[in-house]
C-alpha cells in the first residue's frame, strides 16, 4: 500500500517534469501532425483514386464528402496508429534522462523498490502518450468533420479503446528497448529509427494489400499490423456502410469486401483472414509478452546486484 | 559505530577505485573523508549508499549489513551529492514533495517537514521557483534540505561546500551543527577545504584508494604538520644557516620560509641564533599542511 502511494507520487513527478519542458511535448506533438499534413497534400489523391477505382468496378461513383472522409479516416487510422508507438518511444524521456544526470541515483538510495521506479516510467510515458496521442487525433478529427464526417460516437469510442491498446504495445516496446540507452543521442536515434520504420513495416503508409504476398506473410507476424488493422476496421466500417448503399444490394457485400481488402481493414495471414477479435487478441497478447519481458528485465537488473555482491560472502 | 567498514575494494576495469580501505565512524560524530580529485571518495559513498556494488569487503550501516538490509539503511542516511541530482525543471516545494513521498512523508506529515525546512534553510521566498532559475548556492541549499527531508541519522556530505560563498557556508555549517547537537547526527563528509576538515571529530585521508593516514585533527597536525618560520629581515643569512643544516626552505617576494619539524625545534634555532630573529614570524602546521603530506603534494619542495 505504502509503495502504491510512492507510485503515484513517481508518476506525477516524470509526468511533471515531462510537461514543464514545453518543447518536448511540442515535438512529440508535431511529428503526427507533419505527417497528416505530408498525407493530405501528397498522398490524400492515389487513395482517393483507388476508393474510386473500387467504385468503379462496381458500377457506382462515390459521394464527394463521403469519398473525401473515408480517405482521411484512412489516413488519421495511419496516423494514430503509427503515432501509438513512435509518440512512445520520443516521449520516454524523463526515464534516459534520470540516468543520464544521474537523479536517479537519487531514487537507488531512496527506499523504493527498482520495480516501482520502472512501472512509474511506464505509466507516465503511457499516461503522456495517451494525452499527445488524443490531442493529434483531435486536430485529425476536425480535418475530417470538416471534409466529411460519418463516424458515430460508437466508433469514436472504439478508436480511443484501439489507441489504447496500441499506446500500451508501443509504451512497453520502448519502456523495454530504451531501458539500454543511457545518453539523448541514444534515444534520439532510436526514436528516429523507429518513427522512419514502424509505418512502413506495419503497412500503415502503404496497405498491405500493395507488397507482395510473401513479404505480407512476413509482415503479418508482427504485432503491430494487427492494431493497424483494427483501427481501419473502426474508422472505415461507417465510410463503408454508406458506399454501399449506392450499389445494388446483390453486390453490396462484395463491394464491401473489395474495399476493406484493398485498404487493410480485412487482414489475411496465409491466405486466412483474420478477424476482429482475434486482431485485439494478438495485440493483447503482444502487451502481455512484453510486460512479462519488462518486468524479467527489471528483475534481472535485481538480481544482477545480488549476484555480484552474493560473490564475496 | 554507525559505520563500520572492512577491506573494501572496488575497480573500474583497469582502476583501482578502492584499495582494501577499512574504518570506523561513530555515532553523532563529524567525520573527515579527505583525498585529492580521484581518491575515491564519491566511490566510497557511492557503496555505502547503495548505489555501486562492491568487489570486496564488508560494510555495515546503521547497525545493518549493506548485503542483505540496504532498505533499512536507506531510511536513515541523507546524501548530499557532489552534483545535484534534484529534477531542475520542477520547483523547490515540487522537489521536496516527490522526495519526501518515497520515504512515505506525505499529507500533513509532509506539510509539518516543510515547514520546518523551510525555517530552517530559509526558503521561503524560493520555494515556487523552479531549480534551474536559483543560483548555485540557493541550489545547494535545496540539495542540503532534501537529504535531511526525513530526518536521516546519517548525512552524508560530497564536497557540498564546494562553489559556496563564505556567508552561504557557514550558514550550512551551523545548521549541520545544530543538528548535529539537537538529534546527534553524524555526519560523514568529504571536501578540499581544510579548514572545515579541521573541525571534524576524525579524519581518514585515502589516496589511490587507499588509506595513507587518519586520526583527530590535532592528533594528525603533531604527527605530521611542520612549523614554519618566516624570516621578513636577514633572510640570506637564515637561508644560509638553515640550509647548511639541511632544512627546506622557500623564498617568496617578502619572506624567506623554513621548514621545521615542530614547536621544540622553533625555540632551540630561537636560542641558538637570536640575532636572526628580529622581524619574523612562526606559523602552527595545519590540515592543509597534514594534507599536503601525507598525499606526497609538498608544496614546499627547497
Ligand atoms: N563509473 C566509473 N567508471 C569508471 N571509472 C570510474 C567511475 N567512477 C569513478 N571512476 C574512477 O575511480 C577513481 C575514483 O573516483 P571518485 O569519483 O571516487 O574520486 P573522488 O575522490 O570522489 O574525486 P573528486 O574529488 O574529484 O570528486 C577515479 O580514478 C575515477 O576515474
Ligand atoms: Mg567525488
Same mark, same amino acid.
Given at each position: 500500500?505504502?509503495?502504491c502511494?510512492k507510485?503515484? *507520487?513517481? +508518476?506525477?513527478?516524470?509526468?511533471k517534469?515531462?510537461f514543464k519542458d514545453?518543447v518536448? @511535448?511540442?515535438? =512529440?506533438? &508535431?511529428?503526427?501532425l507533419?505527417?497528416l499534413?505530408l498525407?493530405?497534400t501528397f498522398?490524400k489523391?492515389?487513395y482517393?483514386?483507388s476508393f474510386t477505382q473500387?467504385?468503379?468496378e ?8 463521403v469519398?473525401?472522409?473515408?480517405t482521411?479516416?484512412?489516413l ?12 512512445a518511444f520520443? *516521449?520516454? +524521456?524523463?526515464?534516459v ?9 537519487? @531514487?537507488?538510495v =531512496?527506499? &523504493? ?11 507516465s510515458?503511457f499516461f ?6 488524443m490531442?493529434?487525433m483531435?486536430?485529425g478529427?476536425i480535418y475530417?468533420a470538416?471534409v466529411?464526417?460519418?463516424?458515430s460516437?460508437?466508433d469514436v ?7 489504447v491498446?496500441?499506446i500500451?504495445?508501443g509504451t512497453?516496446?520502448a519502456?523495454i528497448i530504451e ?7 541514444g534515444?534520439s536515434a532510436v ?6 520504420m514502424y509505418?512502413f513495416i506495419?503497412g500503415a503508409y502503404?496497405p498491405?494489400s500493395q507488397?507482395?504476398e510473401g513479404?505480407?506473410n512476413v509482415?503479418?507476424?508482427l504485432?503491430g ?5 483494427i483501427m481501419?476496421?473502426h474508422?472505415?466500417?461507417?465510410y463503408?456502410?454508406?458506399?454501399i448503399?449506392?450499389?445494388d444490394p446483390s453486390k453490396a457485400?462484395a ?7 484493398g485498404?487493410?481493414?480485412n487482414l489475411?495471414?496465409?491466405?486466412n483472414?483474420v478477424?476482429l ?7 493483447l497478447?503482444?502487451c502481455?509478452?512484453l510486460?512479462?519481458?519488462y ?7 535485481d538480481k544482477?546486484?545480488?549476484?555480484i555482491k552474493s560473490?564475496?560472502? | 559505530?554507525?559505520?563500520d567498514?572492512?577491506?573494501l575494494?572496488?575497480s573500474?576495469?583497469e582502476?583501482k577505485?578502492v584499495d582494501?580501505i577499512s574504518?570506523k565512524v ?5 567525520f573527515?573523508?579527505l583525498g585529492v580529485?580521484?581518491a575515491?571518495k ?7 549508499s547503495g548505489?555501486?556494488?562492491?568487489d570486496n ?11 542483505s ?7 536513515n542516511?541523507g ?7 534534484l529534477?531542475?525543471k520542477l520547483?523547490?516545494l ?5 522526495r ?18 523551510v525555517?530552517?534553510?530559509d526558503?521561503?521566498?524560493i520555494l515556487?521557483?523552479p ?5 548555485g548556492?540557493?541550489k545547494?541549499?535545496i540539495d542540503?534540505?532534501?537529504?535531511l527531508?526525513?530526518?536521516p541519522?546519517l548525512l552524508i556530505?560530497?564536497e557540498?561546500t564546494t562553489g559556496?560563498?563564505?556567508k552561504t557556508r557557514?550558514?550550512?555549517?551551523n545548521?549541520v551543527?545544530k543538528l548535529r547537537?539537537e538529534?546527534g ?5 568529504t571536501t578540499?577545504y581544510?579548514?572545515e576538515?579541521s573541525e571534524?571529530?576524525?579524519v581518514?585521508?585515502?589516496d ?8 583527530s585533527?590535532h ?13 621578513y629581515n636577514?633572510?640570506e ?5 638553515f640550509s647548511?643544516?639541511?632544512y627546506r626552505?622557500?623564498n617568496?617576494r617578502?619572506?624567506t ?5 615542530g ?5 632551540k ?9 628580529d622581524?619574523f614570524?612562526?606559523?602552527?602546521g595545519?590540515m592543509d599542511?597534514?594534507?599536503l603530506?601525507v598525499?606526497g603534494?609538498?608544496?614546499h619542495?627547497?
Amino acid at each position: 500500500m505504502k509503495e502504491c502511494k510512492k507510485l503515484v *507520487s513517481l +508518476v506525477k513527478r516524470n509526468t511533471k517534469c515531462y510537461f514543464k519542458d514545453k518543447v518536448m @511535448f511540442f515535438m =512529440s506533438l &508535431i511529428t503526427p501532425l507533419i505527417l497528416l499534413v505530408l498525407f493530405v497534400t501528397f498522398l490524400k489523391n492515389i487513395y482517393t483514386g483507388s476508393f474510386t477505382q473500387i467504385a468503379t468496378e462496381f458500377g457506382v461513383a462515390i459521394e464527394p464528402r463521403v469519398l473525401e472522409g473515408i480517405t482521411g479516416a484512412w489516413l488519421m487510422s495511419s496516423i494514430l496508429s503509427v503515432s501509438s508507438v513512435t509518440v512512445a518511444f520520443c *516521449s520516454n +524521456v524523463i526515464m534516459v534522462e534520470d540516468k543520464m544526470n544521474a537523479n536517479i541515483n537519487d @531514487f537507488s538510495v =531512496s527506499p &523504493i523498490k527498482n520495480t516501482t521506479l520502472s512501472v512509474s516510467y511506464f505509466i507516465s510515458n503511457f499516461f503522456v502518450t495517451f494525452i499527445v496521442i488524443m490531442c493529434v487525433m483531435l486536430i485529425g478529427h476536425i480535418y475530417i468533420a470538416a471534409v466529411g464526417w460519418y463516424l458515430s460516437v460508437g466508433d469514436v469510442f472504439l478508436i480511443i479503446v484501439d489507441c489504447v491498446c496500441g499506446i500500451l504495445f508501443g509504451t512497453l516496446l520502448a519502456g523495454i528497448i530504451e531501458s539500454f540507452i543511457k545518453t539523448q543521442g541514444g534515444i534520439s536515434a532510436v526514436s528516429t529509427l523507429v518513427s522512419s520504420m514502424y509505418g512502413f513495416i506495419c503497412g500503415a503508409y502503404m496497405p498491405l494489400s500493395q507488397f507482395s504476398e510473401g513479404l505480407r506473410n512476413v509482415l503479418g507476424f508482427l504485432p503491430g499490423t494487427y492494431g493497424v488493422g483494427i483501427m481501419r476496421n473502426h474508422y472505415m466500417n461507417a465510410y463503408v456502410d454508406e458506399i454501399i448503399k449506392t450499389v445494388d444490394p446483390s453486390k453490396a457485400d462484395a463491394m464491401a469486401k473489395a474495399i476493406k481488402d484493398g485498404f487493410d481493414a480485412n487482414l489475411y495471414f496465409c491466405g486466412n483472414q483474420v478477424s476482429l477479435g482475434a486482431m485485439y487478441g494478438i495485440l493483447l497478447g503482444a502487451c502481455a509478452v512484453l510486460f512479462a519481458v519488462y518486468v524479467l528485465l527489471v528483475f534481472l537488473k535485481d538480481k544482477k546486484i545480488l549476484a555480484i555482491k552474493s560473490k564475496k560472502c | 559505530m554507525i559505520i563500520d567498514i572492512e577491506n573494501l575494494e572496488k575497480s573500474f576495469k583497469e582502476v583501482k577505485a578502492v584499495d582494501n580501505i577499512s574504518f570506523k565512524v561513530k555515532e553523532g560524530e563529524l567525520f573527515s573523508f579527505l583525498g585529492v580529485n580521484g581518491a575515491g571518495k564519491s566511490t566510497t559513498i557511492n557503496i555505502i549508499s547503495g548505489i555501486l556494488n562492491k568487489d570486496n569487503g564488508k560494510i555495515s550501516v546503521c547497525g545493518y549489513d549493506t548485503d542483505s538490509h540496504i532498505h533499512k539503511i536507506k531510511r536513515n542516511i541523507g546524501i548530499v551529492f557532489q552534483n545535484s541530482v534534484l529534477d531542475k525543471k520542477l520547483t523547490v516545494l515540487d522537489n521536496l514533495k516527490y522526495r519526501a513521498a518515497l520515504y512515505g512523508i506525505t499529507g500533513s506529515a509532509f506539510k509539518s517537514a516543510l515547514d520546518e525546512t523551510v525555517e530552517m534553510f530559509d526558503l521561503k521566498e524560493i520555494l515556487k521557483r523552479p531549480l534551474h532559475k536559483l543560483s548555485g548556492g540557493q541550489k545547494r541549499r535545496i540539495d542540503i534540505a532534501r537529504a535531511l527531508i526525513h530526518k536521516p541519522r546519517l548525512l552524508i556530505l560530497d564536497e557540498p561546500t564546494t562553489g559556496l560563498d563564505p556567508k552561504t557556508r557557514i550558514n550550512m555549517w551551523n545548521i549541520v551543527e545544530k543538528l548535529r547537537k539537537e538529534n546527534g547526527l553524524t555526519v560523514f563528509l568529504t571536501t578540499h577545504y581544510m579548514e572545515e576538515a579541521s573541525e571534524s571529530d576524525y579524519v581518514v585521508i585515502i589516496d589511490s584508494g587507499k588509506i595513507v593516514a587518519e586520526g583527530s585533527p590535532h592528533n594528525l597536525k603533531n604527527k605530521f604538520a611542520s612549523d614554519f618560520i618566516k624570516f621578513y629581515n636577514h633572510r640570506e643569512a637564515a637561508q644560509k644557516y638553515f640550509s647548511t643544516q639541511g632544512y627546506r626552505f622557500k623564498n617568496e617576494r617578502d619572506f624567506t620560509e623554513i621548514e621545521l619539524s615542530g614547536t621544540e625545534e622553533v625555540s632551540k634555532f630561537f636560542k641558538e641564533k637570536p640575532e636572526l630573529f628580529d622581524d619574523f614570524e612562526v606559523l602552527k602546521g595545519n590540515m592543509d599542511n597534514v594534507f599536503l603530506k601525507v598525499t606526497g603534494k609538498d608544496l614546499h619542495g627547497g
